[in-house]
């Protein structure tokens, strides 16, 4: 969780922020970042899930099963993530798209075998069933990834808005979520170690590829 963060924090100023900024200027980014925390704050706030250490959110969650609230929580990260790479290659630079792109495919791979783990222990569903679930969570990203890459490619006013919104719901999501369920049960410093290996290697993949 700690590598996860530390990716998606990189990711989201070296590949979303500061483009925004230096197409759009300060105040069109200041309104997408905005715009993406409220998202993530909304969805957070409303729709049903749990996380591992953090118990459940949202309104309705006691007719749904917990360990499905588990895999909602997931889900709704990975729409912004998503919808980050999309904006990424429909911006037509496609080395920090490429690099956006690795980087979210790296910290996607323990989130995906979180949720198979998860569905598989409670014995109730097969490996097949539990990573068919797993695959189902992850594809929520390409769809919104052409979200996002259609919008900006329809109207280039809305990409550093677009940029922006990705990286302030990503940053929301890494303060409100990851990194204090990844600090939670005493294991602050394997967390945070974590956080700088990500950081580190999405800085050298950012550089090796753009440069």
Same mark, same amino acid.
Do not use: C
């Given at each position: 969780m700690g590598f996860s963060a530390g990716v998606m924090l990189a990711a989201s100023f070296f590949s979303l922020i500061i483009p925004a900024l230096d197409i759009g200027g300060l105040y069109t980014t200041l309104i997408g970042i905005v715009l993406g925390v409220l998202a993530i704050f909304l969805a957070n706030e409303y729709l049903p899930h749990e996380h591992l250490v953090k118990g459940?959110?949202?309104?309705?969650?006691?007719?749904?099963?917990?360990?499905? *609230?588990?895999?909602?929580?997931?889900t709704i990260h990975n729409l912004p993530e998503g919808l980050a790479v999309g904006v990424g290659f429909g911006s037509g630079d496609a080395r920090e798209a490429i690099t956006l792109a690795l980087a979210i495919g790296m910290?996607? +791979?323990?989130?995906?075998?979180?949720?198979?783990? +998860? %569905?598989?222990? /409670? *014995?109730k569903y097969t490996a097949k069933y539990s990573f068919t679930i797993a695959l189902l969570t992850g594809l929520v990203e390409p769809i919104a990834g052409i979200?996002?890459?259609? *919008?900006? /490619?329809?109207?280039?006013?809305?990409?550093?808005? +677009?940029?922006?919104?990705a990286g302030g719901a990503m940053i929301y999501i890494i303060s409100n979520e990851i990194i204090p369920e990844?600090?939670? %049960?005493?294991?602050?410093?394997? +967390?945070?170690?974590?956080?700088?290996?990500?950081? *580190?290697?999405?800085?050298?993949?950012?550089?090796?590829?753009?440069?």
């Open positions: 459940v959110e949202g309104r309705l969650v006691l007719r749904i099963r917990r360990i499905w *609230l588990f895999v909602f929580a997931i910290q996607n +791979a323990p989130e995906g075998l979180a949720v198979a783990f +998860a %569905l598989t222990s /409670t *014995l979200l996002g890459a259609y *919008l900006v /490619t329809v109207s280039r006013t809305l990409l550093p808005y +677009a940029m922006a919104f990844s600090h939670r %049960l005493g294991h602050e410093k394997h +967390a945070s170690i974590g956080l700088i290996i990500g950081f *580190l290697i999405m800085l050298i993949l950012d550089n090796m590829l753009t440069s």
